[in-house]
Nanobody, 115 residues
Framework: QVQLVESGGGLVQAGESLRLSCAAS????????MAWHRQAPGKQRELVAA???????NYAASVKGRFTISRDDTPNTVSLQMNDLKPEDTAVYYC?????????WGPGTQVTVSS
């Protein structure tokens, strides 16, 4: 079993920045990929960004150039640096990974961007 815990959410104004972190426990092996998804009220959950164990990244078009995902020195920790935040970035952000065919999700952290 892999457990994921997110941190770093909060309330900011448009144009400001936030950094989210996610730490995975329950495995000693480097996870093949880690990702951030988000879900706004009344909308489907969507992929925001993902990073593989070798550092390859993928971003949603809506955040490219503003958000940066990175694997930290701690083997199974991932961060999401979010710059120039917009009100439409308001959502619950979830950390996600997959191990041995099973998806794992964190409980989520709220990000609210006021205009």
């Amino acid at each position: 079993q892999v457990q994921l815990v997110e941190s770093g959410g909060g309330l900011v104004q448009a144009g400001e920045s936030l950094r989210l972190s996610c730490a995975a426990s329950g495995t000693n092996l480097r996870l093949r990929f880690m990702a951030w998804h988000r879900q706004a009220p009344g909308k489907q959950r969507e992929l925001v960004a993902a990073v593989t164990s070798v550092g390859d990244t993928n971003y949603a078009a809506s955040v490219k150039g503003r958000f940066t995902i990175s694997r930290d020195d701690t083997p199974n920790t991932v961060s999401l640096q979010m710059n120039d935040l917009k009100p439409e970035d308001t959502a619950v952000y979830y950390c996600n990974t997959n191990r041995l065919g099973s998806d794992y999700w964190g409980p989520g952290t709220q990000v609210t961007v006021s205009s």
